[in-house]
C-alpha cells in the first residue's frame, strides 16, 4: 500500500511540473517563447552565423523589435566574444538607426579580425560595405574589404 501511494504522489508530481512548464491555456506567450528556438540553436552552436542570425529572423517574423533587442543586448553581454552576434543585431537597426547598424558590424569585422576569423570578418565587412553603399558611401564600402 505504502508503495502504491509513492507512485501515485510521484505521477502527482509529474504531471503538476508538466502541467507548469507548459502554462495554463490562454497564458500570454512571455518575451522567451518567441526566441526559445533560438536560445536552444544558439546553444547547440553558439559559433555558427545561423544561429545568430535566428534571434533577427524571430524579431522580425513576430514582429518583436523592442523584445529583439532587448533580447540581443542580453546575448552580447553575455557572449562578448561571439561576433556572429553583434553582426546579427546590427540587422536590427539597418533603417532605424544606421549609426548602431554601422557600429556593431564594424564591432563584429574587428573582433573576427583580432581573432583571425576570415569567414567572419568576410562576412561583417561584406555586410558593411553593402550597407555603406546603399546609404551613399560608395568609397568607404570600398575600403571594408581591402584588409581581407
Known amino acids: ?5 509513492r507512485i ?5 508530481l509529474c504531471t503538476a511540473l508538466t502541467m507548469s512548464a507548459r502554462g495554463a491555456a490562454g497564458d500570454v506567450p512571455t518575451v ?3 526566441f526559445s528556438a ?14 545568430a542570425y535566428c534571434f533577427y529572423q524571430a524579431a522580425v517574423r513576430e514582429q518583436r523589435w523592442q523584445e529583439g533587442t532587448e533580447v540581443f543586448d ?21 533603417e532605424r538607426d544606421p549609426g548602431r ?4 558590424y564594424r564591432r563584429a569585422a574587428d573582433g573576427f579580425r583580432l581573432h583571425g576569423n576570415i569567414e567572419g570578418e568576410i562576412v561583417s565587412r561584406s555586410n558593411l560595405r553593402n550597407f555603406l553603399f546603399h546609404k551613399g558611401r560608395a568609397q568607404d564600402g570600398a575600403t571594408e574589404l581591402q584588409p581581407v
Open 101 to 104: 547598424t554601422e557600429a556593431l
Open 38 to 51: 533560438c536560445r536552444q540553436q544558439f546553444s547547440a552552436k553558439p559559433h555558427h552565423y545561423d544561429s
Open 1 to 5: 500500500m505504502n508503495r502504491h501511494r
Open 74 to 94: 542580453a546575448i552580447v553581454r553575455e557572449h562578448p566574444d561571439n561576433y556572429w552576434l553583434p553582426l546579427a543585431y546590427g540587422h536590427m537597426y539597418r
Open 32 to 34: 522567451d517563447d518567441a
Open 8 to 12: 501515485a504522489v510521484a505521477v502527482g
